[in-house]
């Protein structure tokens, strides 16, 4: 079993760093974990093996390191983790391979970005948006206060999906030939759609303010669920 164990440090008036860990087994599946309290997170797939974690706030803003500016960074069986961002934000942008499975944590974001990733995508925000662009697999996403914007290339034909948010819109994009069990729901919003969605041999069925049904005769569940907010669901 590996452990590697750093603290990053934001030390006065240094430039912005970069921050190279590795994976300790190309072979395996590769997961990054991430959850910051303040700031703002953009991962993005790249064609290297190690994972580049970059502090963009380092390069403006002098700290105490007896306070403020520490954020723990392990590998482990595989699996990347970094936790930090309490006291001051933290604005990363962290590169890792296009195959990377995604468990992502802020809660007070600007943004919560994915761009290029193909895994199993979990992220959730409480103060932020969540944006993912051309990514594949499967998703689990959620704001609490911001909206929630899909744009999906491939989607995993074996798992369900889930996008929600309480207070903002929900904006999904997928493939034209999309296979999926849908269920759609808002309290204070419209939802809009150019997929048929449909029962077999019959409508969709439409259920207090939500709609249940079926895409290209369904596939795994999808669930789009939101509350002060529309969803719209779009076909690429």
């Given at each position: 079993?590996?452990?590697?164990?750093?603290?990053?440090?934001?030390?006065?008036l240094?430039?912005q760093?970069?921050?190279?860990?590795?994976?300790?087994?190309?072979?395996?599946?590769?997961?990054?974990k991430?959850?910051i309290?303040?700031?703002?997170?953009?991962?993005?797939?790249?064609?290297?093996?190690?994972?580049?974690?970059?502090?963009?706030?380092?390069?403006?803003e002098?700290?105490?390191?007896?306070?403020?500016?520490?954020?723990?960074?392990?590998?482990?069986?595989n699996?990347?983790?970094?936790?930090?961002?309490?006291?001051?934000?933290?604005?990363?942008?962290?590169?890792?391979?296009?195959?990377?499975?995604?468990?992502?944590?802020?809660?007070n974001c600007?943004?919560?970005?994915?761009?290029?990733?193909e895994?199993?995508i979990?992220?959730?925000?409480v103060?932020?948006?969540?944006?993912?662009?051309?990514?594949?697999?499967?998703?689990?996403?959620?704001?609490?206060?911001q909206?929630?914007?899909?744009?999906?290339?491939?989607?995993?034909?074996?798992?369900?999906?889930?996008?929600?948010s309480?207070?903002?819109?929900?904006?999904?994009?997928?493939?034209?030939?999309?296979?999926?069990?849908?269920?759609?729901?808002?309290?204070?919003?419209?939802?809009?759609?150019?997929?048929?969605?449909?029962?077999?041999?019959?409508?969709?069925?439409?259920?207090?303010?939500g709609?249940?049904?079926?895409?290209?005769?369904?596939?795994?569940e999808?669930?789009?669920?939101?509350?002060?907010?529309?969803?719209?669901?779009r076909?690429?």
């Amino acid at each position: 079993m590996k452990l590697a164990f750093f603290l990053i440090a934001a030390f006065p008036l240094i430039a912005q760093q970069d921050y190279a860990v590795a994976f300790s087994d190309d072979a395996r599946p590769r997961v990054l974990k991430a959850d910051i309290v303040n700031g703002r997170i953009t991962v993005r797939g790249y064609s290297g093996k190690d994972a580049i974690i970059t502090n963009e706030s380092m390069a403006r803003e002098p700290r105490r390191l007896d306070t403020d500016g520490v954020f723990s960074l392990t590998e482990q069986n595989n699996v990347i983790t970094l936790n930090g961002g309490v006291r001051k934000q933290a604005n990363l942008t962290i590169q890792v391979p296009h195959r990377t499975s995604l468990q992502l944590r802020c809660t007070n974001c600007g943004e919560l970005r994915v761009e290029g990733i193909e895994g199993d995508i979990d992220v959730n925000t409480v103060n932020g948006g969540v944006r993912l662009i051309n990514v594949s697999g499967s998703v689990l996403a959620h704001s609490l206060n911001q909206s929630v914007t899909a744009i999906i290339d491939r989607v995993d034909p074996n798992k369900a999906m889930s996008f929600s948010s309480m207070n903002g819109s929900i904006d999904c994009t997928f493939p034209t030939d999309l296979r999926a069990n849908v269920r759609m729901r808002t309290t204070n919003g419209k939802i809009h759609t150019d997929f048929d969605v449909r029962l077999a041999g019959g409508e969709a069925i439409r259920m207090d303010r939500g709609i249940s049904g079926t895409i290209n005769g369904g596939g795994p569940e999808i669930l789009f669920k939101a509350f002060n907010g529309s969803i719209h669901i779009r076909k690429k």
